[in-house]
């Protein structure tokens, strides 16, 4: 199923972007069954990359907004989406069966881009949520790919909680996922519901609300969501409560730091603390009396944290 990358496109349609962002590339990779989307600043730049992996039901738009300026003006970085993320594509008739998706095999799609992408140089992986599940998933199963991870609300079992859990249970029936398909549609219609949602995400509104970034990250947010598949995001609940990363966390080898929100109603804080405690020397951030959006609610904390940590990398 995971099959090898081939001729990377150029110039897909997309979501609007709302910064302009020197020596930006668009791609959609070829994989065997489906197509990958990145995003790439400063191609040319020298050192290792650092690849970007965003979480459920967002796009490859959504760090952008975030980077701080060293990284984003001056440091090769590369953003992936998630699999059948707009403008990623599954290709019903060849991608084979969800059931023979392991944590395995979602590694090999992303060694298999990155491979199309820098060849065998070693990366920097960032991932928030299902992002850091494949940041974590990656370093597991390709240890020369991966230089340092930087999980962000991400986890090792794909079980989530709150009103994201609730879809997730949803889906994993037939007689109900009809309910989750016919959910994403409304949801990706109307964009005061789309923030309603969204809100269930969010510990520290204050916060989120005077974020510099929270208008731009949501806005581009929003129009990736209302492009996604609802059938495709459906699969993709039922598939990630079935991933389960726990006893291979240990074979982790790299720096790894381990990060996320105190008050996360999605993941919560127990879980990244459990996470550290099975790689040996991984390093723990936990925002006190913040939620899952950490982009919005601790915006600062996380470009410094970032920037820190590439450096040490």
Known sequence: MAGSATVAKTGYDRCPMTMNVPSQHRRLIDLHGQT???????DAAPGPPVVFVHGITASVDLWLPSLPESVRDERRWISLSLPGHHPSRIDRQTFGRWDDVTPAVWA???????????????????????????ALTLAAHFPQRVRSVMSISGFAVGRWLGLIGTFQRLSLSSLTRWAVRLGFGV???????????????????????????????MEDWFAAFAQHDPAVMAE?????????LSDQMSRIKCPVLIAGGGADSYIPGIHPRWMADQIRGAELVLWPGVGHMFFAERTHEFQELLVRWLKRS
């Open 108 to 134: 090999e799609w992303y060694e298999a881009a990155l491979k199309q992408l820098v060849g065998d140089q070693p990366v920097d992986v960032v991932g928030w949520s299902t992002g850091g599940f494949t």
């Open 236 to 244: 993709l609940f039922c598939k990630i409560a079935e991933l389960d």
């Open 36 to 42: 990958l989307a990145a995003v790439s600043g400063n």
């Open 187 to 217: 949801v990706g219609r109307w964009r005061m519901l789309f923030d309603l949602v969204m809100r269930s995400g969010i510990t520290d509104r204050a916060a989120f609300q005077s974020s510099s970034v929270r208008e731009r990250t």
